[in-house]
């Protein structure tokens, strides 16, 4: 779920502050210098966003804002994110902060360029956790795309179309992702207008940009639900407001599923998927294969003896399962209330 969020919060928007060139970077001398979107789907707001970039102590600094209003599991959720990049001249990522808000929980992600390798630390619901993952040029973060598309010399000349390959640092994953750009030039009377698909994880969000590198429109989807990004302006921002999606996402995804015979006493089952490109999931794990396309899938093994729960409790290894996310509010009363009931003090 939360990578199907971030599909939506990548929606690449920038706002300049000051003349580019002052800091050697020509190619962002007609940068946009504001930018404000609402996010609509169904013909009804869900969302909005707002980005800005300038100069700090010698690196660029570019901040993106996103808030959303999603349904799932009949409750209505306001996620927000929060990150801020800092880049050298050369749009190579030094150091960034993230964090996605919810009302029942909170992820902060830090990045910092050590070396060769960036250093990720995150942390949630009290714990932290640390990652270091090697830097393959270009790495890029949701706000860079197009300024690195600017850099790239768009408009292209007499080229028509061109692909770039780079790496999606995607704080919320905790990891990079492989990524490509596809940049076309489009027919247009009054002046030159690109399209730009981003491809990853088998995912594709479309956008139309002008040669200044600002955004017209972008399409991407939420769980299967298309949101459709607006330029608005910024004295309309503040007054969106936002009633979210009218589809519970959770039962938006669900795949139908017949019935399955002698459900209680089978101790495997075995399924072809298609329809997505589940290569790049992790399917398999410790009860579940995936062979070819047939995913299969089988019964826990359940111990004669089983430990007291008291005995897994400050055991790292049970941390993750036990942490609060977007969908599960762990330190919700009457979660806290039932498990206290179940395992006792």
């Not at 596809?182 to 247009?188: A, D, H, R």
């Not at 070819?292 to 826990?300: D, F, P, Q, S, W």
Request: charged fraction near 25%; proline fraction near 6%; hydrophobic fraction near 40%.
């Amino acid at each position: 779920m939360k990578r199907c969020l971030f599909k939506v919060f990548a929606v690449f928007l920038f706002i300049g502050v000051s003349p580019a060139w002052l800091y050697g970077a020509e190619f962002l001398h007609a940068f946009p210098h504001s930018a404000y979107h609402e996010l609509m789907s169904g013909g009804q707001p869900v969302g909005k966003t707002s980005f800005n970039w300038g100069h700090q102590k010698g690196l660029y600094h570019f901040v993106e804002n996103s808030m959303m209003k999603v349904k799932l599991f009949k409750k209505e959720y306001l996620i927000e994110t929060k990150l801020q990049v800092y880049t050298n001249p050369q749009l190579e990522v030094q150091k960034f902060v993230y964090y996605m808000l919810s009302p029942d929980s909170k992820l902060e992600v830090k990045g910092t360029r050590v070396g060769s390798n960036i250093r990720l630390e995150k942390i949630q619901s009290g714990s932290k956790q640390l990652k270091y993952v090697p830097i393959q040029e270009p790495m890029l973060m949701s706000p860079l795309i197009r300024p690195f598309l600017l850099m790239k010399k768009l408009p292209l000349g007499k080229k028509k179309e061109e692909n770039f390959n780079a790496l999606l640092l995607e704080p919320s994953a905790f990891k990079t992702l492989p990524m490509n750009l596809k940049v076309k030039q489009t027919p247009s009377k009054k002046k030159k207008l690109w399209e730009l698909a981003v491809s990853y994880l088998g995912h594709v969000m479309t956008s139309r940009i002008d040669q200044e590198g600002r955004l017209l429109s972008e399409n991407t989807d939420l769980g299967g639900l298309k949101i459709v990004a607006k330029p608005i302006m910024a004295k309309t921002y503040a007054h969106v407001k936002i009633t979210g999606t009218k589809q519970d996402l959770v039962e938006w995804t669900k795949v139908p599923y017949g019935d399955i015979p002698n459900a209680r006493t089978r101790k495997e089952l075995k399924v072809k998927i298609s329809g997505f490109a589940y290569q790049n999931f992790q399917l398999n794990r410790h009860r579940q294969s995936l062979k070819g396309n047939a995913l299969t899938i089988r019964v826990e093994k359940i111990p004669t003896k089983t430990e007291p729960a008291q005995s897994l409790v400050g055991k790292k290894e049970f941390e993750h399962y036990l942490a609060v996310d977007i969908a599960v509010p762990v330190y919700n009363p009457i979660i806290q209330k039932t498990a206290s009931k179940i395992i006792g003090k």
